[in-house]
């Protein structure tokens, strides 16, 4: 077993859109990824791989795509849609981004942006 500089870690966030079109998707992941990257002092070449979710009402555009017009093209990406529970919070992006970094797991900051904050109040507590 190769023996790894830095451990792997997952990092999660999730952001909501105003409206299903192409554009203001692809402007909440670009927000969604520097986020995440800004916070966790990750590069690009620190990602291993990305999965996005998004919420049934979202269907304009890949969030996968998106990441790879943000510079990501030689990242492994994967799309999916989120369950379409009762109740949940509309127009919702997801991603879970497996890093390489040397933070340990208590020092990574997810990251939920705007009405996104209602699925991890939790983590406001900082």
């Given at each position: 077993?190769?023996?790894?500089?830095?451990?792997?870690?997952?990092?999660?966030?999730?952001i909501t859109v105003p409206a299903d079109e192409p554009?203001?998707?692809?402007?909440?992941?670009?927000?969604?990824?520097t986020a995440i990257m800004d916070?966790?002092?990750?590069?690009p070449a620190d990602v291993i791989s990305a999965l996005f979710t998004s919420t049934p009402d979202l269907t304009s555009e890949f969030p996968a795509h998106a990441a790879r017009m943000f510079g990501?093209?030689?990242?492994?990406?994967?799309?999916a849609q989120e369950l379409a529970v009762p109740?949940?919070?509309?127009?919702?992006?997801?991603?879970?981004l497996h890093v390489e970094t040397a933070r340990q797991r208590g020092e990574i900051k997810h990251q939920y942006l705007r009405d996104s904050v209602l699925?991890?109040?939790?983590?406001?507590?900082d």
């Amino acid at each position: 077993m190769p023996n790894h500089p830095r451990p792997v870690r997952a990092i999660r966030g999730a952001i909501t859109v105003p409206a299903d079109e192409p554009g203001q998707i692809r402007t909440a992941v670009f927000e969604l990824l520097t986020a995440i990257m800004d916070e966790n002092d990750v590069a690009p070449a620190d990602v291993i791989s990305a999965l996005f979710t998004s919420t049934p009402d979202l269907t304009s555009e890949f969030p996968a795509h998106a990441a790879r017009m943000f510079g990501w093209t030689d990242i492994p990406l994967i799309c999916a849609q989120e369950l379409a529970v009762p109740g949940a919070l509309p127009r919702c992006l997801r991603v879970m981004l497996h890093v390489e970094t040397a933070r340990q797991r208590g020092e990574i900051k997810h990251q939920y942006l705007r009405d996104s904050v209602l699925l991890r109040a939790d983590l406001l507590a900082d």
